[in-house]
């Protein structure tokens, strides 16, 4: 069984860098499947934010690619996301997902609540 | 920057069936990108319902359909339950910009 779990500080301050990890389960990393993020503001929809191959190949959502960075890691088979000068439209729940054979998502962490705030 | 429209609410009574609708366009759903639908249960992550507009994933009740025509996509429940009382998501691919995923504003479905 596929699992993913995020972890990562529930708090940022405005301007700093959002950091957090996925970590994966029950199936290798390197494997033939893209490894992403989406996000979801308290109260509102789902934004995609990207995603990641194993072998680092990277696609961004364009109106965050300035700031997004991820990378994997296949020894600890997980992957991290660094969101930078963030902001309080930053606040959002954010889970990690694997992308399926097409373009959906098929697995999918719990989620983890950041809060931009000073 | 939801780019698939769909209707805030729906309601029905139990073994109603109910039909929720995704509105897209031409760089999204009408250039024959495949939609997916998502449900979220209260305070949980979201969980894939239909992929590739009509199939469903191992264990997702037959009560659940899909489908697609030009620039929209339907999901139907058929058989209303209790159970199914949850925030509904589409989700597709744009190609606009440089291609990124588009997921639609969201449905919440009341079991009356």
């Known amino acids: 069984q596929v699992q993913l779990q995020e972890s990562g500080p529930g708090l940022v301050k405005p301007s700093d860098t959002l950091s957090l990890t996925c970590a994966v389960s029950g199936y290798s990393i390197s494997r033939s499947n893209w490894w992403g993020w989406i996000r979801q503001p308290p109260g509102k929809g789902l934004e995609w934010i990207g995603y990641i191959y194993y072998s680092g190949s990277i696609y961004y959502n364009p109106s965050l690619k300035s700031r997004v960075t991820m990378s994997v890691d296949t020894s600890k088979n997980q992957f991290s996301l660094k969101l930078s000068s963030v902001t309080a439209v930053d606040t959002a729940v954010y889970y990690c997902?694997?992308?399926?054979?097409?373009?959906?998502?098929?697995?999918w962490g719990q989620g983890t609540l950041v809060t931009v705030s000073s | 920057q939801s780019v698939l429209t769909q209707p805030p609410s729906v309601s029905g009574a139990p073994g109603q069936r109910v039909t929720l609708s995704c509105t897209g366009s031409s760089s999204n759903i009408g250039t024959n990108y495949d939609v997916h639908w998502y449900q979220q249960l209260p305070g949980t992550a979201p969980k894939l319902l239909i992929y590739?507009?009509?199939n469903r994933p191992s264990g997702v009740p037959a009560r659940f359909s899909g489908s697609k025509s030009g620039t929209s996509a339907s999901l139907a429940i058929t058989g209303l339950q209790a159970e199914d009382e949850a925030d509904y998501y589409c989700q597709s691919y744009d190609r606009s910009l440089s291609g990124y995923y588009v997921f639609g504003t969201g449905t919440k479905v009341t079991v009356l």
């Open positions: 590739d507009n009509s």
């Open positions: 997902a694997r992308r399926g054979e097409r373009n959906y998502f098929d697995y």
